[in-house]
Nanobody, 123 residues
Framework: QVQLVESGGGLVQAGGSLRLSCAAS????????MGWHRQAPGKQRELVAA???????NYADSVKGRFTISRDNAKNTVYLQMNSLNAEDTAVYYC?????????????????WGQGTLVTVSS
């Protein structure tokens, strides 16, 4: 079974920075696309940033120029560097990944989600 564990959330003042990490563990043959999503109170979950296995990235318009997604394939980890944070960035941040794992002795792709980490930006 594959797990994703996020870390790095917390309370930060407006204008500040945080770096989120998400590490995958378990039986992992390969990892495809990885991404960060967020869900603010009363709102739907939205994609923040994504990165392919080759390193191509895309971002939500609201975070372009402020957030940077990166990954370390050797560590099965994806990062989200968040700068110039504002109150609208307050949310629970979730990472997800497409993971090639073993299910009943067969290789299978599975989409895996982390448990979420809370980011609170005070104004």
């Amino acid at each position: 079974q594959v797990q994703l564990v996020e870390s790095g959330g917390g309370l930060v003042q407006a204008g500040g920075s945080l770096r989120l990490s998400c590490a995958a563990s378990g039986i992992i043959l390969s990892i495809g696309d990885m991404g960060w999503h967020r869900q603010a109170p009363g709102k739907q979950r939205e994609l923040v940033a994504a990165i392919t296995s080759g390193g191509s990235t895309n971002y939500a318009d609201s975070v372009k120029g402020r957030f940077t997604i990166s990954r370390d394939n050797a560590k099965n980890t994806v990062y989200l560097q968040m700068n110039s944070l504002n109150a609208e960035d307050t949310a629970v941040y979730y990472c997800n990944a497409g993971v090639l794992t073993v299910v009943m002795s067969q290789p299978r792709w599975r989409e895996v989600w982390g448990q979420g980490t809370l980011v609170t930006v005070s104004s």
